[in-house]
């Protein structure tokens, strides 16, 4: 669901979760055209972003923005204003609603909240949007969070993945990255979820620290296939402006040969012990790509709720935050709560998509889920087009992908390379805006 921007030598390179990335959106909105498209979600399939931005830790690599978990009042109006907002969409669909098939609680640490609130949220959802084919609904632990109280909650709602924010499992980086937990916590936090009966558990790992070398990497990389985990998401570390872990820490010579190295070793890993690759950053035991991700590739919108959530449109993506200028969150979350409160759309930037964006977009978004079937690069005659098909064929040339019958199929190479080709296959727009962020 999110662009991060790893370190490379002073060049900002964005994982492809997301295109347009944020650094493209505007304060112009077009409420209309987003009108229209939502009009055009009724009775379509869909998925629904829920944003809770609480956490217990503020860990001093994290820059997404997030407020104390459990200090009420903040909550309770927060979950009030949520609320609010599924009310005020809903209203919108008087016979045909959206059909949720993904529905995912992300942050933050949703798995704060709790139930009587949770509970109060799926209320309103279910008169919004029609949930009865549901296929897949996630939420977000942290380790600290996870006991038979918080798993059990989630799972009697329907909740049935589970992603745990683990980043290592080593006690001397957690304890650098301002974690709570320690390794033992988080074994025991993936058993939890097993025990409790979620059918798939992603583990998050960021690699890339000051001091992880190789050997720290392999460890944390043989506790999850040892573990119950059946999903593991290994981001590289991502070190934003004013986030407490300090740029400098970080070599910036050193800084691309070891993501890449990390980056190979953990693909080598779970090749080896038999998973299958889900994305660039990804593998799955059980062959499960992220739901929304996925959904998201294959072309379904996203509709997002909260503070923080961006919603994905057909031809515009819109956010509750104004990414132009740097707006701390109590702005963001006093915008929001006016919009909701008026009866508005919580939109503060938004990002319009021509047919050219929106056929970058699902390029992108497939090539970092590994897999371009060819009849999107057949029978191609503009110059956008072609030009695609030129980036596409020194990719080939390049081994990043290899060829299969019906389809391009990313390698190990291309892997490692994902974030770069993602910014060759981008709009000149989106260079720019990437070029004068940060
Ligand atoms: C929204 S967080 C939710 C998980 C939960 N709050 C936790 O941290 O345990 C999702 C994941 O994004 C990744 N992440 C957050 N900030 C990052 C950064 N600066 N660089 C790389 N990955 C990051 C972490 O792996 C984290 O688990
Ligand atoms: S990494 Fe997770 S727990 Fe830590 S501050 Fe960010 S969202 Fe919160």
Same mark, same amino acid.
């Given at each position: 669901?999110?662009?991060?921007? $790893?370190?490379?030598?002073?060049?900002?390179?964005?994982?492809?979760?997301?295109?347009?990335?944020?650094?493209?959106?505007?304060?112009?909105?077009?409420?209309?055209?987003?009108?229209?498209?939502?009009?055009?979600?009724?009775?379509?399939?869909?998925?629904?972003?829920?944003?809770?931005?609480?956490?217990?830790?503020?860990?001093?690599?994290?820059?997404?923005?997030?407020?104390?978990?459990?200090?009420?009042?903040?909550?309770?109006?927060?979950?009030?204003?949520?609320?609010?907002?599924?009310?005020?969409?809903?209203?919108?669909?008087?016979? /045909?609603?959206?059909?949720?098939?993904?529905?995912?609680?992300?942050?933050?640490?949703? /798995?704060?909240?709790?139930?009587?609130?949770?509970?109060?949220?799926?209320?309103?959802?279910?008169?919004?949007?029609?949930?009865?084919?549901?296929?897949?609904?996630?939420?977000?632990?942290?380790?600290?969070?996870?006991?038979?109280?918080?798993?059990?909650?989630?799972?009697?709602?329907?909740?049935?993945? $589970?992603?745990?924010?683990?980043?290592?499992?080593?006690?001397?980086?957690?304890?650098?990255?301002?974690?709570?937990?320690?390794?033992?916590?988080?074994?025991?936090?993936?058993?939890?979820?097993?025990?409790?009966?979620?059918?798939?558990?992603?583990?998050?790992?960021?690699?890339?620290?000051?001091?992880?070398?190789?050997?720290?990497?392999?460890?944390?990389?043989?506790?999850?296939?040892?573990?119950?985990?059946?999903?593991?998401?290994?981001?590289?570390?991502?070190?934003?402006?004013?986030?407490?872990?300090?740029?400098?820490?970080?070599?910036?010579?050193?800084?691309?040969?070891?993501?890449?190295?990390?980056?190979?070793?953990?693909?080598?890993?779970?090749?080896?012990?038999?998973?299958?690759?889900?994305?660039?950053?990804?593998?799955?035991?059980?062959?499960?790509?992220?739901?929304?991700?996925?959904?998201?590739?294959?072309?379904?919108?996203? %509709?997002?709720?909260?503070?923080?959530?961006?919603?994905?449109?057909?031809?515009?993506?819109?956010?509750?935050?104004?990414?132009?200028?740097?707006?701390?969150?109590?702005?963001?979350?006093?915008?929001?709560?006016?919009?909701?409160? /008026?009866?508005?759309?919580? %939109?503060?930037?938004?990002?319009?998509?021509?047919?050219?964006?929106?056929?970058?977009?699902?390029?992108?978004?497939?090539?970092?889920?590994?897999?371009?079937?060819?009849?999107?690069?057949?029978?191609?005659?503009?110059?956008?087009?072609?030009?695609?098909?030129?980036?596409?064929?020194?990719?080939?040339?390049?081994?990043?992908?290899?060829?299969?019958?019906?389809?391009?199929?990313?390698?190990?190479?291309?892997?490692?390379?994902?974030?770069?080709?993602?910014?060759?296959?981008?709009?000149?727009?989106?260079?720019?805006?990437? $070029?004068?962020?940060?």
């Amino acid at each position: 669901m999110k662009t991060s921007v $790893a370190p490379r030598g002073g060049a900002s390179v964005p994982h492809w979760y997301m295109y347009p990335p944020k650094t493209s959106y505007s304060s112009e909105v077009h409420v209309d055209v987003v009108e229209k498209e939502l009009a055009g979600l009724a009775g379509a399939l869909v998925s629904a972003y829920v944003h809770i931005p609480f956490c217990n830790m503020k860990c001093n690599f994290c820059s997404l923005l997030t407020l104390p978990g459990g200090s009420d009042p903040t909550v309770s109006v927060y979950i009030d204003n949520l609320k609010r907002e599924i009310v005020n969409f809903g209203a919108r669909f008087q016979r /045909a609603k959206p059909v949720v098939s993904v529905l995912y609680f992300g942050g933050g640490t949703p /798995a704060l909240l709790p139930e009587r609130q949770l509970a109060e949220v799926l209320e309103q959802l279910q008169l919004a949007v029609d949930t009865t084919q549901l296929l897949s609904c996630s939420v977000e632990f942290s380790p600290d969070v996870v006991d038979e109280v918080t798993t059990g909650a989630w799972r009697r709602h329907g909740f049935n993945r $589970a992603s745990l924010g683990v980043q290592t499992f080593n006690d001397a980086l957690l304890k650098t990255m301002g974690r709570r937990h320690t390794a033992t916590h988080a074994r025991a936090a993936i058993g939890n979820l097993a025990n409790a009966g979620y059918e798939d558990i992603n583990v998050d790992l960021i690699f890339g620290f000051p001091g992880q070398t190789a050997q720290v990497w392999g460890d944390d990389l043989r506790a999850v296939v040892a573990s119950e985990a059946t999903h593991c998401t290994f981001h590289p570390l991502s070190v934003r402006p004013k986030v407490a872990l300090e740029r400098k820490a970080i070599s910036p010579t050193s800084a691309v040969a070891s993501l890449e190295d990390r980056h190979g070793q953990a693909i080598g890993h779970f090749q080896e012990a038999g998973w299958t690759q889900t994305s660039a950053i990804s593998f799955s035991r059980l062959s499960i790509p992220n739901p929304i991700e996925s959904a998201e590739a294959a072309g379904q919108p996203t %509709i997002g709720f909260g503070a923080g959530s961006r919603s994905y449109y057909p031809s515009v993506h819109t956010s509750t935050v104004p990414y132009a200028t740097r707006t701390p969150f109590g702005a963001v979350l006093r915008r929001y709560y006016e919009s909701v409160s /008026a009866g508005r759309l919580p %939109i503060a930037s938004e990002v319009l998509l021509d047919a050219e964006e929106r056929l970058r977009r699902i390029l992108i978004l497939q090539m970092h889920h590994g897999r371009i079937p060819k009849s999107m690069l057949s029978g191609l005659d503009s110059d956008i087009d072609d030009s695609l098909s030129t980036i596409m064929e020194g990719m080939l040339v390049e081994g990043y992908f290899v060829q299969r019958e019906s389809d391009y199929l990313l390698t190990t190479a291309g892997s490692i390379k994902a974030a770069e080709m993602g910014l060759s296959l981008s709009s000149a727009s989106v260079k720019r805006s990437l $070029a004068t962020v940060e």
